[in-house]
């Protein structure tokens, strides 16, 4: 996350993103759940405003948008999309 706030973790075995706040005094982290999301996630990256994070899923040939809630960290889908085979980064370009 640009701010420093969230941490976003993929586990592939169980295909979910998991959601992490960070106390910027201690750097201790503290779970604040985990999100199903495209099958075998392999790659996945925050957008530089720290809106939205884009997860691509290796054979799901798939991509799943999330907002991010600017408070809590939480995840909601908001659109899915085809990907050619076996995606496996993602890359956010800034275009102004």
Same mark, same amino acid.
């Given at each position: 996350?640009?701010?420093? /706030?969230?941490?976003? #973790? *993929? %586990?592939?075995?169980?295909?979910? !993103?998991?959601?992490?706040?960070?106390?910027?005094?201690?750097?201790?982290?503290?779970?604040?759940?985990?999100?199903?999301? %495209?099958?075998?996630? /392999?790659?996945?990256?925050?957008?530089? *405003?720290?809106?939205?994070?884009?997860?691509?899923?290796?054979?799901?040939?798939?991509?799943?948008?999330? #907002?991010?809630?600017? %408070?809590?960290?939480? !995840? #909601?889908?908001?659109? /899915?999309?085809?990907?050619?085979?076996?995606?496996?980064?993602? %890359?956010?370009?800034?275009?102004?």
């Amino acid at each position: 996350m640009p701010d420093g /706030r969230f941490l976003y #973790a *993929s %586990e592939r075995a169980s295909n979910s !993103l998991a959601a992490f706040k960070l106390d910027a005094g201690t750097g201790a982290m503290a779970s604040i759940g985990n999100c199903p999301t %495209e099958t075998q996630p /392999r790659g996945f990256n925050v957008d530089p *405003s720290g809106r939205y994070l884009l997860v691509v899923g290796q054979t799901s040939h798939s991509m799943t948008i999330y #907002a991010i809630h600017p %408070e809590t960290g939480a !995840l #909601a889908a908001q659109h /899915r999309f085809s990907m050619g085979k076996n995606p496996n980064w993602v %890359e956010v370009i800034d275009i102004p």
